[in-house]
């Protein structure tokens, strides 16, 4: 089993709707990422979280939203989509005191 | 703001040959540099770090090397074959633990 797994990995959505994407992971790491990735642009973080209680914005949190519900459990949602939401978003772990990030096999998103 | 720049053109090369990929950085003195790979549809994959008092960092056929004056990095595969075509992304810490990604390169390696 992946240690860093994402649900759903494909999905198409409507402009207007809210949706969920959904992070888990059985590393044990305190922190998780959620990064969005687009072609020629590289991976820019949305958000991300040092524990349950420390959530933090990126340099693209406009539009998103997330929730730590456990160590291992990080959600992002999109709360209205818009079509330039359209990316693969990608979820990342990383050990207290580690420099490593474990990444997800990400979640294709299309806002139609 | 912090800056990674790599090549965004592909790299083609022949199996067989070295692949040298560059990553520049401005604005920012990184305490260490990572590099990661990313095959198509799947995330980046760890692959070296460097701190900033290491030159060079060897790992089976790959290298990577680091100029904190330059503020560069370069990165090579030896001995290349198909199966290392990939992109292959730059990566440094701003300092705060989130980490900046560079664009990538990607590479064709050619049997």
């Given at each position: 089993?992946?240690?860093v797994?994402?649900?759903?990995?494909?999905?198409?959505?409507?402009?207007?709707?809210?949706?969920?994407?959904?992070?888990s992971?059985t590393?044990?790491?305190?922190?998780?990422?959620?990064?969005?990735?687009?072609?020629?642009?590289?991976?820019?973080?949305?958000?991300?979280?040092?524990?349950v209680?420390?959530?933090?914005?990126?340099?693209?949190?406009?539009?998103?939203?997330?929730?730590?519900?456990?160590?291992?459990?990080?959600?992002?949602?999109?709360?209205?989509?818009?079509?330039n939401?359209?990316?693969?978003?990608?979820?990342?772990t990383r050990?207290?005191?580690?420099?490593?990030?474990?990444?997800?096999?990400g979640?294709?998103l299309?806002?139609? | 703001?912090?800056?990674i720049?790599?090549?965004?053109?592909?790299?083609?090369?022949?199996?067989?040959?070295?692949?040298t990929l560059?990553?520049?950085?401005?604005?920012?003195?990184?305490?260490?540099?990572q590099?990661?790979?990313?095959?198509?549809?799947?995330?980046?994959?760890?692959?070296?770090?460097?701190?900033?008092?290491?030159?060079?960092?060897?790992?089976?056929?790959?290298?990577?090397?680091?100029?904190?004056?330059?503020?560069?990095?370069l990165f090579?595969?030896?001995?290349?074959?198909?199966?290392?075509?990939?992109t292959?992304?730059?990566?440094?810490?701003?300092?705060?633990?989130?980490?900046?990604?560079?664009?990538?390169?990607?590479?064709f390696?050619?049997?």
């Amino acid at each position: 089993d992946a240690d860093v797994t994402q649900t759903p990995r494909n999905r198409i959505t409507k402009t207007g709707k809210r949706i969920m994407l959904e992070c888990s992971q059985t590393k044990g790491h305190d922190r998780m990422y959620w990064y969005r990735q687009d072609p020629g642009l590289g991976l820019r973080l949305i958000y991300y979280s040092f524990d349950v209680k420390d959530i933090n914005k990126g340099e693209i949190s406009d539009g998103y939203s997330v929730s730590r519900q456990a160590q291992a459990k990080f959600s992002l949602s999109l709360e209205s989509a818009i079509p330039n939401q359209t990316a693969l978003y990608f979820c990342a772990t990383r050990a207290s005191g580690g420099n490593i990030q474990y990444f997800g096999a990400g979640t294709r998103l299309s806002v139609l | 703001s912090q800056k990674i720049e790599q090549n965004s053109e592909a790299l083609n090369i022949q199996e067989g040959k070295t692949a040298t990929l560059t990553c520049n950085y401005t604005n920012y003195s990184p305490a260490y540099l990572q590099w990661y790979r990313q095959d198509p549809g799947r995330g980046p994959v760890f692959l070296l770090l460097i701190r900033e008092n290491e030159k060079e960092k060897r790992k089976e056929r790959l290298k990577v090397t680091f100029d904190t004056t330059l503020k560069q990095s370069l990165f090579h595969i030896t001995a290349s074959q198909p199966a290392d075509s990939a992109t292959y992304l730059c990566a440094l810490e701003d300092g705060g633990f989130k980490t900046i990604f560079g664009a990538g390169t990607r590479l064709f390696v050619k049997a």
